[in-house]
């Protein structure tokens, strides 16, 4: 009788197909970490815009706040949120005594969750220009309104 060493090719492809199994499985852990990660630093510097811009205007009034003068007094970094869409800010249409961060050009997903997220610090939050707005599949703009 002869004696087997090694591997077989059952057991090899076994292996592999383990292999590739967990690490699919890994990436999608990964993707689901990463996503959430951007979001909430998003979130932490739309937050942190919006105090920076209370101490900066709060006693001038909010009639000359946009990116470009916040930039200069270096409240913000960029034009783009950190987590790359595009954002605008300036006085509130109907309230000079009020300020509007917007976020513009977000996914779905994104975008529910800013409508989701809880915002303590802004006394309206608007979703594609409706308080009661819901996200739909692109291209999706969030308003929060500051005091």
């Known amino acids: 009788m002869r004696e087997e060493s090694g591997r077989s090719l059952i057991e ?5 197909a383990i ?11 990964y993707k689901t970490i990463d996503q959430r990660q951007k979001r909430l630093i998003a979130y932490e510097a739309v937050q942190d815009v ?10 001038s009034g909010y009639s000359s706040v946009s990116v470009a ?10 034009t783009q949120t950190p987590n790359g869409t595009s954002w605008s800010i300036g006085p509130n249409d109907d309230n000079n005594a009020q300020f509007k961060i917007r976020l513009e050009g977000l996914d779905y997903a994104d975008c529910e969750y800013f409508r989701i997220k809880k915002a303590d610090w802004a006394i309206e939050k608007q ?4 308080e009661n707005g819901q996200c739909g599949d692109g291209n999706n703009v969030v308003d929060f309104i500051v005091e």
């Open 12 to 16: 090899i492809i076994g292996v592999l």
């Open 50 to 59: 919006a105090k920076k811009t209370r101490i900066l205007y709060a006693f």
């Open 69 to 78: 003068n916040l930039q200069s007094d270096q409240a913000i970094e960029s």
């Open 19 to 29: 292999g590739v199994t967990m690490l699919v499985a890994a990436y999608g852990m």
């Open 127 to 130: 979703i594609n220009y409706n």
